[in-house]
């Protein structure tokens, strides 16, 4: 990490994105800086043991791929609240060694919210003695923590934080409320999220003004961009797979009493079996979700690095908005590739949610020719 250099590792990005997008002649493109240093809300480590210590540590690699440890004493892109407990931790860890040993990993999952989740990873058994320490551990550090090894998990408050988002809603800032489980998928990057949740919010808000129907998302994941977006449009169907953000995407739109959401557990290629009438799902039946009901103008997708599968994007040609959030600009191209027969991109930004990485977040907005 050298934010001296931030500013040209982001105009190789720009560079980068601007290149191999060209072909499809895109809009200026937009883009979302990151802070340049205390940006991250996880962070996991390695514990290093030696005869009379133990350190956080990760793994460096040679230019012949041999692997050394690198002590970890702070972690300059983990938030303020991350690099201060650090320390902390380790000396309550170092001062009982029935806390410290066999201690494997530690991973902390941080929020804006101010909620601190941490989770001790052991290669033994814990019992009641480890318990009892770790309440008390939990107390001192006002921290939720979690004690995992081997076919075990012991949750001692909750396995999940509270995030806060603020985001701008036609023109008025409203707070939206999400779980982020242990182990589950969240943006990393909170501020660059709200970049991210503010962009898409924006285009909808554009697409309303002119016809304000149905919104369909796959890959909702805990709600991110569901709850925002469920106030530019009638209703909105979000789809999921993982049960475990299908259930945080339930609490969310429970906690911030959204009245024009349903959640359907399904992945995208069940979503396209269902839409096209292939299959009939349960589970769609037990949710009373009927998608026929539905009169979508918009789909919003942010799938994995994978991208979209073919028969998904032959759904999603058929819609007059497609508000794309990507992970991985080369199957966003390899996708385009397909969409650009049937839209055209309106909006095109690229979103610095990975600094000092090679990794690119964008958002295309594409409108139906």
Known sequence: MNPQAYQAQLSAK???????????NPPTLEVYESPVSNFRQRAEFRIWHTEDDLFYAMFERNDSGNKSVARVDEFP???RAINELMPILLDHLKADP???ERLFEVHFLNTLYGQMLVTLIYHKKLGESWQALAN????KLNIKLIGRSRGQKIVLSDDFVVEKMTVSIKGQDEDFYYQQIEGGFSQPNAYVCRHMLNFACDVADKISQNDQRDLLEL??????????LSKYFNRVLATELAKSSVNSAKWAVDHNDIQNIAIARLSAEEFSQAHNGEREFRRLAESDIDIKSYDFNTVFVDPPRAGIDDETLKILANFENIIYISCNPDTLFDNLQMLYHTHEIKRFALFDQFPYTHHIESGVWLVKR
């Not at 980068?16 to 997008?21: D, H, K, L």
């Open 14 to 24: 720009i560079e980068r994105v601007q290149s191999q997008f060209a072909e499809f």
């Open 77 to 79: 892109i983990a938030s």
């Open 136 to 139: 008390d551990l939990a107390d």
């Open 219 to 228: 890959y909702c994941g805990n709600g991110n961009f569901t709850l925002p």
């Open 98 to 100: 029935l806390l410290s």
